[in-house]
């Protein structure tokens, strides 16, 4: 992946610092760290961080055993500080902190290691004061730039932002920062994390520009002798990589895991899924060498207060260690249940993430497929479920690219399962997951003939546009796709030999989380979720799609939301790729009547979904295309939203109709409900509403095989 380059006599400072640090810094960070936040659990309760109840953390963290498998951080996040001292450094709030020496000195007690949070600039009480600057003839005020403005994203407009900002041309600026690290390695801190750095945590420009700070951060943390982890928050700007990489050990690539009161529960799987869809923008960016992608806490040692299934679960913490993320605990350890300190404690899996060798995304969609090369003829594979139904999976070894394997152990199981010719084949439970260790023949498949077509020379329609790119394959791309059902980009020469199902590649930049729908030949809309942390810098997913012999058109676009950019299409295979057996529809882009609406939804698949449904027999969704290839009994998974209990009333081809009672505690996230349903072979119409009062918000629907064994085809064929 390349990195954009930095610009000006900024740029020239950071790089020159890069060379006499270190790649990455303090020497700390060679393998993610494993331990606790306080974070998670300070959504919940307000009151939780305390210096008591830190220290049963640790106390905790060391008796349930997680201490022997590696964990070993205790990490305090914001609201442990009550003031200033006399040069204007952070101190702790004494009624909740009377003794933070005595607090950190029992965490190193412990054998662990103690975090604290912290942010760039100065908040408003140092700079009234005037401190003096420790060590020098400055003053707080003579380090700020004028006129003053935020020092960080939680500063306010204007010239009193309550956070300012450091001005580190200035005399005594850098010394203000060293004379806090110097403090804070003083009470033996050995981790910082430093919160609302720009570009990033939603403010991804450089209007307030944080890149001198975190270089100043990481020369004070030199100068202060002692090794401290530096972790830079939050959904860090990608495009500033070259900045972030040489002088902190860690970044988070997303915003916060939590629901922070937007839900019920400390989190939920809409905001798991956020990071399988984040991650392969950044899926290069991390290693001994590089640091790494830190994804937030995870959630799941707290039974049902987590808003995960025991699948959803698994696969979490499966996809952090792929990702050779740093693994942190969030909730009460003190309270830890026995399925969350078995997955916690899974050596196997931990190895995963201690590695050092980051997966890649292979496979993309529904039903993704992560590889890890460790170099040695030894791989590691995941296998997920994105849909909340059950699906039988087939993985030819060669759409990965290997040669066969000679031996499968499944780690979660701690079963070796024996070699594996062709393909593998296997059951994934509802979000679930099958991660896989595998040793390899020598040698590997060639890679299938493949063709690139650019965006740029494709048909544009509506509003999309080019632009310049310097990281795209042309040097260009195409944006201002989608928010109208005009603005799309076609590719109307995708050429084959011969029918069949191809391996799409989609090279595409967002910034956060957006959609494509794209259509194939005239087709029914597919889904295709997005995410990233560039506009700039493309990233790969690659999907399965049908096409016939000769020439093809695909459409990308997004009716009702917004799609990425696109760079281009590579389109490789002979036709013989394997379809998932699920079909997706969008609630949006149903038949919508009466009072139904399409709009905007962050974590909704397509980026949208269809709200005001019900209170009215005329306010339904009618799904008018589903579509099978024989009758029987079919598995419907429907994705809603609500506040509170409200019912569906979900009627098939004119059959009775079935009411459901749905229970919810946000319209923001989908959660999911399952229904077996008759289908007929060939287009059945499936119609949501509620006659008597208002329904949920509907995201989409997903129609899957009744999945009772192995019994049934693991492959769905184009229809023709």
């Not at 606790?36 to 953390?57: G, K």
Request: proline share 6%.
């Amino acid at each position: 992946m390349k990195s954009l380059l930095l610009h000006g006599v900024l740029a020239c400072g950071l790089l020159s610092l890069a060379t006499s640090v270190g790649a990455q810094v303090n020497g700390v960070a060679q393998k993610p760290y494993l331990g606790w936040s306080s974070f998670s659990q300070q959504t919940l309760d307000a009151n939780f961080l305390t210096q008591a109840n830190v220290i049963a953390q640790s106390d905790a963290l060391d008796s349930s055993g997680l201490q022997a498998h590696g964990f070993n951080y205790i990490n305090m996040d914001s609201g442990w500080h009550g003031g200033f001292d006399a040069n204007g450094r952070p101190i702790p709030d004494p009624t909740l902190f009377p003794d933070i020496k005595s607090l950190i000195d029992h965490i190193h007690k412990n054998g662990q290691k103690a975090g604290i949070y912290w942010i760039p600039g100065v908040e408003e009480p140092a700079v009234t004061a005037n401190s003096p600057i420790l060590g020098t003839p400055y003053h707080i005020q003579d380090i700020l730039t004028v006129p003053y403005t935020a020092g960080n994203a939680f500063g306010g407009p204007g010239t009193s932002p309550y956070h300012y900002k450091i001005d580190f041309s200035k005399p005594g600026a850098q010394a203000y920062i060293d004379s806090v690290v110097a403090l804070f390695a003083s009470w033996g801190v050995d981790f910082i994390k430093l919160d609302a750095v720009t570009p990033g945590s939603y403010n991804d420009n450089l209007n307030i520009d944080n890149r001198a700070d975190v270089a100043a951060w990481s020369k004070a943390i030199a100068n202060s002798g002692r090794p401290i982890w530096l972790t830079i928050s939050w959904e860090i700007d990608q495009d500033y990589l070259d900045a972030w990489q040489p002088f902190s050990n860690a970044r988070r690539i997303d915003d916060d895991v939590e629901c922070e009161g937007r839900c019920a529960t400390l989190t939920d799987w809409s905001r798991i899924y956020k990071r399988f869809r984040d991650l392969p923008g950044w899926e290069n960016a991390a290693g001994p060498t590089l640091g790494w992608n830190d994804m937030d806490s995870l959630d799941i040692g707290d039974g049902k207060l987590d808003g995960l299934s025991h699948a959803e679960k698994r696969s979490a913490i499966t996809l952090w260690a792929l990702a050779n993320a740093p693994i942190y605990l969030g909730g009460d350890l003190t309270k830890i249940d026995d399925f969350g300190k078995q997955l916690a404690t899974a050596d196997e899996v931990l190895a995963v993430d201690q590695s050092g060798k980051p997966a890649k995304q292979v496979l993309g969609g529904d039903l993704p497929v992560w590889v890890s090369d460790l170099g040695d003829g030894n791989y590691y594979v995941a296998l997920f479920n994105m849909n909340a139904t059950p699906a039988e999976v087939r993985l030819p070894w060669r759409e990965i690219g290997l040669d066969g394997v000679r031996q499968v152990r499944d780690l979660w199981a701690q079963t070796d399962l024996g070699p594996s010719f062709g393909a593998f084949s296997t059951v994934l439970d509802g979000h679930g997951v099958r991660l896989l260790k595998i040793s390899t023949r020598v040698g590997h498949t060639p890679s299938a003939s493949s063709t690139s077509y650019e965006a740029t020379t494709a048909t544009l329609a509506g509003t999309a546009s080019i632009a310049d790119c310097p990281s795209c394959s042309d040097g260009k791309k195409v944006g201002s796709l989608g928010l109208g059902s005009g603005n799309t980009v076609t590719f109307q020469n995708v050429y084959v030999r011969r029918a069949g199902v191809y391996l799409m590649q989609v090279d595409s930049m967002t910034f956060a989380l957006r959609s494509y729908l794209y259509a194939v030949n005239g087709g029914p809309y597919q889904t295709l979720n997005a995410g990233g942390g560039s506009f700039l810098i493309p990233s790969s997913t690659t999907v399965p799609v049908c096409l016939k012999a000769g020439y093809n058109s695909i459409q990308f676009g997004n009716p009702t939301s917004y799609a990425p950019d696109l760079d281009r299409i590579v389109i490789n295979g002979q036709g013989d790729a394997v379809l998932p057996t699920a079909t997706t529809y969008e609630a949006e882009q149903a038949t919508l009547s009466g009072t139904v609406t399409a709009g905007f939804s962050n974590y909704a698949s397509g980026l949208s979904k269809a709200g005001n449904i019900g209170n009215g027999a005329a306010n339904t969704v009618a799904f008018s295309n589903v579509t099978v290839p024989r009758s029987g009994t079919y598995l419907l998974e429907i994705d809603y939203m609500t506040s509170g209990t409200r019912t569906l009333v979900v009627t098939v081809n004119n059959a009775a109709p079935v009411s459901l009672d749905l229970d919810g505690s946000t319209f923001d996230d989908p959660r999911p409900t399952l229904l077996r349903v008759q289908l007929k072979a060939g287009t059945n119409t499936i119609q949501m509403g509620n006659p008597n009062g208002y329904a949920p918000d509907l995201d989409r629907i997903v129609v899957a095989p009744w999945v009772d064994s192995l019994s049934g085809s693991t492959t769905r064929m184009c229809p023709r």
